[in-house]
């Protein structure tokens, strides 16, 4: 999958982290549109196009007058529906006076936009976390972004395979590289899952867990198309069954989510957090584990960014496919279905 994918619009992307929005303009691009976002005073986050009706000028250059936001180059105003709401020097708005305002929705401690004007948003269709918020879970954050594609991006994270190699010095571990993986396709989300069994925990489980002697550990990566990945990872003691209720009771699992949001053809932001069961309350544990998965992401980064420079350098090379791409080959199957 060499040339850029179409962007696929009717879906929820990830904007900005909450904590991100507020009274300033906040200008970013996604799906090669320019956008502008903010908080409006009763709190409702807010995502115009970035471009006045008139000339095209950058909202976000403007001010914040109220609820509205001012162009920079003649002073139109701009409600949160898009309607403009004053034209200095004549007191007619022409009907055609707006900009398009994306419909929003925060949860998760992130704004997501619904980005397709033609097809009605529908919250149902934001994927449900439930042990976000959940007695005995806890959340540590990060983004990045990849001067990479967002389909090259979706291929590592159904790809179970790499974390042996990529992730040595992070979280990856000894005793995975020739264990099969499974792949299925769940509701419509492609599922990629391994069990590594009798293994030494990985350094990480190891310092929480306190030993390293055999356990039995599963990597389970799930794509909820287009863009939303979650990699389930844990240990229970060597022998135990290999069921939901045994993962549920496991002395360390962690649930990391990656909210991928297309920026341009070739690039892309990584919003991410991750779920653990271990050390809930411990602060220093949160920004433990928000460097850890910062530095794991990273050095996913930097291979795809490698990658994306020779896909553009010879973009007629066709790359091979292996067995451990069954997820892949699922994954673009889908994502053709979609128009993506």
């Known amino acids: 999958?060499?040339?850029?994918?179409?962007?696929?619009?009717?879906?929820?992307?990830?904007?900005?982290?909450?904590?991100?929005?507020?009274?300033?303009?906040?200008?970013?691009?996604?799906?090669?549109?320019?956008?502008?976002?903010?908080?409006?005073?009763?709190?409702?986050?807010?995502?115009?196009?970035?471009?006045?009706?008139h000339r095209f000028a950058p909202l976000s250059m403007g001010e914040r007058v109220g609820d509205t936001v001012e162009c920079p180059y003649h002073g139109m105003r701009y409600a949160p529906d898009g309607a403009c709401v004053r034209v200095p020097g004549q007191s007619r708005i022409p009907?055609?006076?707006?900009?398009?305002?994306?419909?929003?929705?925060?949860r998760y401690g992130l704004v997501f936009a619904w980005m397709d004007e033609s097809v009605p948003a529908d919250p149902s269709r934001l994927v449900s976390i439930p042990q976000y918020d959940a007695p005995g879970w806890t959340v540590s954050r990060g983004y990045l972004r990849f001067a990479a594609r967002w389909t090259n991006i979706l291929d590592n994270l159904v790809d179970p395979a790499h974390t042996g190699f990529v992730h040595r010095r992070t979280i990856g571990g000894k005793g995975s590289d020739d264990v099969p993986i499974t792949a299925t396709e769940e509701h419509g989300d492609v599922v990629c899952r391994r069990w590594v069994n009798g293994e030494p925990p990985v350094p990480m489980m190891q310092r929480f867990l306190g030993h390293d002697r055999p356990m039995d550990r599963w990597q389970v990566y799930r794509l909820a198309l287009p863009c939303v990945s979650s990699v389930d990872f844990g240990a229970v003691e060597a022998g135990q069954p290999h069921d939901e209720a045994a993962m549920d009771a496991a002395p360390y699992r962690t649930i990391s989510y990656a909210f991928l949001t297309p920026e341009t053809a070739h690039s892309t932001h990584y919003f991410s957090f991750q779920l653990r069961n271990i050390a809930v309350d411990d602060a220093d544990v949160t920004r433990e584990f928000e460097a850890l998965y910062q530095a794991t992401f990273d050095e996913d980064?930097?291979?795809?960014?490698?990658?994306?420079?020779?896909?553009?350098?010879?973009?007629?090379?066709?790359?091979?496919?292996?067995?451990?791409?069954?997820g892949v080959a699922r994954l673009r199957r889908l994502l053709a279905q979609r128009g993506g």
């Open 95 to 106: 009907p055609v006076a707006r900009v398009t305002s994306y419909t929003t929705l925060e």
């Open 1 to 53: 999958m060499t040339a850029p994918t179409a962007f696929i619009r009717d879906a929820w992307y990830a904007v900005a982290a909450s904590a991100e929005v507020g009274d300033a303009l906040l200008a970013r691009e996604v799906l090669g549109r320019r956008v502008v976002i903010y908080r409006t005073a009763a709190g409702h986050p807010v995502v115009l196009r970035d471009r006045c009706a």
């Open 301 to 326: 980064r930097v291979l795809l960014e490698a990658i994306e420079r020779e896909e553009i350098a010879d973009p007629d090379a066709a790359a091979i496919m292996l067995a451990s791409d069954a």
